[in-house]
């Protein structure tokens, strides 16, 4: 198998390094050679935070350079648009349309780009979500980046029931079985 790159983008504070737990933990439990890096920016203040996971029978470096990204998973709007360059020509772009303003916007010095999903969409294969509503349905909006990355996982190499194993032994035993009730609920959108 040759090697397959993943991406997920996000803001501070949206799960992404759970979901790259998540994704770690599948990989390696597939027998896979997994290679993650993660780049946290200023995290902490709702800054961008970026996540490679690469994955093979054998795979040199962690980074996923621009173009070679077979599945890019965003949590928020901007942070797509930030980096959909990075996916390949046939590679697939999961976009959460939830909307974080950055400071910025925050501050009245710029303004939010409208229509950017639908921009996306005349350049690249994009699959989009509202996770956010569908984790409020669930009664609880932290899990909304589970719900982002099982649409995602009909994109990748592995079946359900492998993903319900890896939540299993990655989230804290008081949320697996929500937290694989979210990644049902977006394997099923």
């Not at 390094?17 to 990989?27: A, E, K, N």
């Not at 780009?113 to 956010?132: H, S, T």
């Not at 349905?137 to 589970?146: D, E, I, S, Y």
């Not at 982002?148 to 990748?156: D, I, N, P, R, T």
């Amino acid at each position: 198998m040759k090697t397959k790159n993943i991406m997920i983008v996000g803001v501070g504070g949206q799960g992404t390094l759970l979901t790259s737990r998540i994704l770690g933990g599948i990989m390696l439990g597939a027998g896979y050679d997994v290679k993650m890096s993660e780049v946290h920016g200023m995290a902490q203040r709702g800054g961008s935070v970026v996540t490679y996971v690469r994955y093979g029978e054998s795979v040199a470096e962690p980074i996923v350079e621009e173009g070679q990204a077979d599945v890019l998973i965003a949590f928020e709007q901007l942070e797509a648009k930030r980096y959909a360059h990075f996916l390949k020509k046939d590679g697939v772009l999961i976009v959460n349309t939830q909307r974080i303003d950055p400071m910025p916007v925050v501050i009245g010095q710029a303004e939010y780009p409208e229509g950017i999903v639908e921009g996306l969409k005349k350049e690249y294969r994009v699959i989009d979500v509202d996770a956010m509503s569908e984790a409020l349905k669930l009664g609880n909006p932290k899990v909304f980046n589970v719900i982002v990355l099982g649409v995602a996982a009909k994109h990748m190499d592995f079946d359900k029931e492998q993903w319900f194993d890896v939540i299993e032994k990655t989230v804290k035993p008081k949320f697996v079985d929500l937290n694989k009730l979210a990644f049902e609920t977006g394997y099923n959108l």
